[in-house]
């Protein structure tokens, strides 16, 4: 079954050419892929857009791509790099590598489900006022560090960034977010 594979595994099945390891690479990928473009647009019919055209070009292109053991950040960066090329076509200029103009969004993913149910609603607005006070840079790093779970490398590999300036900026992050936390859960 394709669905127990190690992702760089299914990888080297769909450069193969695999249809059913493309299939199951879709599936593993798709929401991941969405909830991190979100971060960078509202804009679903250009990130739908977006992630079906990632996957048809390394469909057509997938005798020429590299094998990798990070799938997650291959997509990851590729994905962001998309938006950001249609972005400029599209006549932004704000480049997504500065603090973005329209900013990293913050939207509602399980995580913040969870946060809802189990949290006062007190609790809830002084969580929701702490991830606001934390720049673009911030919230994207926090996102991929967290909840896409990727280490610093990549996380630097994704952003465009030197590996320690990932670190600097989850450092500041996580020290803000903790000096903001005082009490939130007593």
Request: proline fraction near 2%.
């Amino acid at each position: 079954m394709k669905n127990n594979l190690p992702d760089s595994a299914l990888w080297d099945q769909v450069r193969g050419g695999d249809e059913v390891a493309y299939e199951e690479l879709i599936r593993r990928f798709y929401r991941p892929l969405y909830h991190y473009g979100l971060k960078f647009t509202r804009d679903i019919d250009l990130l739908k857009d977006g992630i079906q055209d990632l996957f048809v070009e390394l469909w057509a292109y997938r005798r020429n791509i590299t094998q990798t053991e990070y799938v997650r950040v291959y997509l990851f960066k590729s994905l962001r790099r998309k938006l950001y090329k249609e972005a400029l076509r599209a006549g932004f200029t704000e480049s997504l590598e500065e603090e973005y103009s329209d900013g990293f969004f913050y939207t509602e993913s399980f995580e913040d489900e969870l946060i809802r149910t189990e949290l006062s609603a007190y609790q809830r607005s002084r969580l929701e006022t702490l991830l606001k006070t934390l720049t673009d840079r911030q919230k994207e790093a926090i996102h991929l560090k967290f909840f896409a779970a990727l280490p610093n490398d990549k996380i630097a590999d994704v952003m465009g960034l030197s590996y320690q300036s990932v670190a600097n900026l989850l450092h500041r992050a996580v020290n803000k977010l903790r000096e903001g936390w005082g009490g939130l859960l007593l």
